[in-house]
């Protein structure tokens, strides 16, 4: 059973940039997807970007530009490099693990079965 937990969210200025780490605790494979989503004030929970251990990626529209998703194999570890930071992004981010997620269905909620508790992430001046 794979673990997962956040880290790195903060209060940043518009404009800034700031870095979310997932470690991922447990035994991965090359069928594993893990995800970022985040969840506005009175907002539903959206996708923000995904990573395939084997390959392939995947961004929501509203952060493609401006955010990158990377993985750090050896240490188990998924970023998310968030660049040009609007008020908009403020948020909490969960990170979310799934096995064997086709391309296609990478953005989509219900196809990761575990989830990490969160990183708040706000953006004021």
């Known amino acids: 059973q794979l673990q997962l937990v956040e880290s790195g969210g903060a209060l940043v200025q518009p404009g800034g940039s700031l870095r979310l780490s997932c470690t991922v605790s447990g035994r991965t494979s090359n069928n594993c997807t893990v995800a970022w989503f985040r969840q506005g004030p009175g907002k539903e929970r959206e996708f923000v970007a995904a990573?395939?251990?084997?390959?392939?990626?995947a961004y929501a529209d509203s952060v493609r530009g401006r955010f990158t998703i990377s993985k750090d194999n050896a240490k188990n570890t998924v970023s998310l490099q968030m660049n040009s930071l609007k008020p908009e992004d403020t948020a909490v981010y969960y990170c979310?693990?799934?096995?064997?997620?086709?391309?296609?269905?990478?953005?989509?909620?219900?196809?990761?079965?575990?989830w990490g508790p969160g990183t708040q992430v706000t953006v004021s001046s």
């Open positions: 979310a693990t799934g096995q064997g997620i086709i391309l296609s269905s990478m953005t989509l909620r219900e196809q990761y079965r575990t």
């Open positions: 990573i395939r251990w084997s390959s392939g990626l």
